[in-house]
């Protein structure tokens, strides 16, 4: 079986790619109250720089994971490893095509979704972790090319996405800090409570 590496995980395009880029954070207008708690999370105004980051620190992460440590839960009613990533990609591809189609200038309102129905259906415990871990890195490559590929009028374009206004910059900021949120939780209560064998 041959092995598939995306070209947006490697460095190549990400640096070929590479737009600095200076904005003030998001507003509280720009997004859902809720959201306030990613948004939080992500320190500084370099939202690409921190999506970088946080991929190399991802990946780390993971590395040298196995199989028992992707399928662990820390309790009985909690994902597994396996699924906590899958969510990850899963909605960071949400955020990112709400975020395109707003710098895009589509005003067509977005609906909402619903996160245990995904992580139900995406077949996520029957993966090896390896796999989940590639696909990963192919979506935060996506996510950084589309982000550093937008001038400064997209990235203040708001659009409507599960019934509540919300502009690129801060669908940005939401994935990272949604991303930080998950890898807190990761580390603090599923890699520490993995016991050795």
């Avoid at 990235?155 to 502009?167: D, I, M, P, Q, Y």
Wanted: hydrophobic share 35%; proline share 2%; net charge positive.
């Amino acid at each position: 079986m041959q092995k598939h590496v995306c070209a947006a995980g490697r460095q190549g395009i990400l640096r070929r790619g590479r737009r600095t880029m200076k904005l003030a954070r998001p507003e509280t207008g720009e997004y859902a109250a809720h959201y306030e708690k990613y948004i939080s999370l992500v320190a500084g105004e370099d939202i690409t720089g921190a999506l970088e980051a946080q991929r190399v620190q991802t990946m780390q992460l993971f590395a040298g994971r196995s199989e028992r440590d992707g399928n662990f839960r820390y309790a009985a009613d909690k994902w597994t490893v396996k699924e906590v990533l899958g969510h990850l990609i899963d909605s960071e591809r949400i955020f990112t095509y709400r975020a395109l189609r707003i710098a895009r200038g589509d005003q067509t309102p977005m609906e909402g979704f619903e996160q245990d129905d995904y992580v139900r259906g995406g077949g996520f415990k029957e993966r090896p972790l390896a796999s989940l871990v590639e696909e990963y890195a192919c979506v935060r490559g996506a996510s950084l090319a589309l982000f550093r590929s937008l001038g400064k009028e997209a990235w203040l374009r708001r659009g409507t996405a599960n019934k509540n206004e919300v502009s690129v910059r801060a669908l940005a900021y939401i994935t990272a800090g949604h991303e930080r949120h998950h890898r807190q939780i990761l580390e603090e209560r599923y890699f520490s409570a993995i016991p050795r064998a």
